[in-house]
């Protein structure tokens, strides 16, 4: 725990002893020290455990509420269960349950990083800043990959073109899209809307004629851009199990791209991602520290990792300060 004098404290909620869990796996916190009137930074990263990792935070900011803290921001550079903001089946929207308990904790501010989708941010009632990464991805292409004028950007599907265009144009590179069977994007997926489910037998009320519902078919695999004899760098946002990546890679491969980088913002890379890339025709995988990677590190030399601790300090140092936020989002895209 760090301690200032001007009105501030920052915990750090999955390695502070003031959060402790006990034998019957339950998470219990003890404020040692007054934080009246305080403004309250918890940061908490996201590890394995991350059902362990969100009651943590949710107790930590109960107990700072019930201690009457100022305000209580959480920094949580991944935010979890991001992916699931949208109805699947007969699922729930878990993103926005999360948002409701983290208000009810008494959370009254979130500093993130590249939310999976900007509409999250809607799931909340109170402000949150969805910091960008990719300023310090560019930086790393243009200062460690050689040769990156004779690179392209490449989307591994259409649903990222959006971000892989950015970076191409911030970086005046070619851009390439995957498309084709290999690949579906979320979008592809049933919303559930089959309701009863297909298999019973069905009518329609008399005289009601609905049109028929085209099944989708992808066509074949095929890639829109040129990418023979450049360096193919795949941005995203996030990279968990990889396969996709690594099928994309070799598709890149047999098109003629000599060098293929995978950059993105969080790298969960979990099961067997590590292996999976070293063993794959990626050449270089380089993620942020949004997310605890160490491990995945050792087992694999071919994962780099970007420091952004530096946006989130100056982020907490703004918001301690009132000052105003648009330095942090300067020159980034609406799509970015």
Do not use: W
């Not at 996030?238 to 993105?264: C, H, P, Q, S, T």
């Amino acid at each position: 725990m760090n301690v200032s004098r001007s009105g501030y404290r920052v915990f750090t909620a999955n390695s502070s002893p003031a959060c402790t869990e006990l034998a019957k796996k339950i998470t219990e916190v003890e404020v040692k020290e007054s934080v009246r009137g305080q403004d309250i930074f918890i940061i908490q990263t996201i590890p394995r455990d991350v059902n362990t990792a969100i009651m943590e935070l949710l107790v930590m900011a109960y107990a700072l509420k019930t201690s009457c803290a100022k305000n209580i921001v959480g920094v949580i550079p991944y935010f979890p269960y991001s992916k699931q903001c949208k109805m699947r089946k007969r699922g729930s929207i878990v993103c926005k349950l999360l948002a409701s308990m983290l208000a009810k904790a008494g959370l009254t501010h979130i500093i993130t990083m590249d939310l999976h989708q900007k509409e999250i941010q809607g799931f909340f009632n109170f402000p949150v800043d969805n910091l960008r990464a990719s300023h310090f991805l560019i930086q790393y292409i243009q200062e460690e990959i050689p040769d990156y004028r004779n690179a392209i950007i490449v989307a591994k599907s259409p649903s990222s073109a959006k971000r892989a265009q950015s970076y191409a144009e911030r970086l005046r590179l070619g851009l390439a899209v995957i498309h084709g069977e290999a690949q579906q994007s979320e979008s592809d997926m049933a919303d559930g809307r089959q309701s009863p489910p297909l298999s019973r037998a069905t009518t329609g009320h008399p005289g009601l004629d609905l049109p028929l519902m085209m099944a989708k078919e992808k066509p074949p695999i095929s890639v829109v851009g040129d990418v023979g004899g450049r360096i193919a760098i795949v941005v995203d946002d996030i990279i968990d199990d990889v396969e996709d990546f690594v099928a994309a890679a070799e598709i890149l491969k047999e098109r003629g791209a000599y060098k293929i980088y995978v950059m993105a913002t969080h790298g969960l890379l979990s099961a067997e991602a590590p292996t999976l890339i070293e063993e794959s025709a990626i050449d270089e995988v380089v993620v942020t520290n949004t997310v605890p990677h160490e491990v995945q590190k050792l087992q694999c030399p071919k994962i780099r990792t970007v420091d952004v601790s530096l946006v989130l300090a100056e982020a907490i140092r703004r918001i301690h300060n009132g000052e105003s936020m648009s330095y942090l989002f300067r020159n980034i895209a609406m799509d970015d």
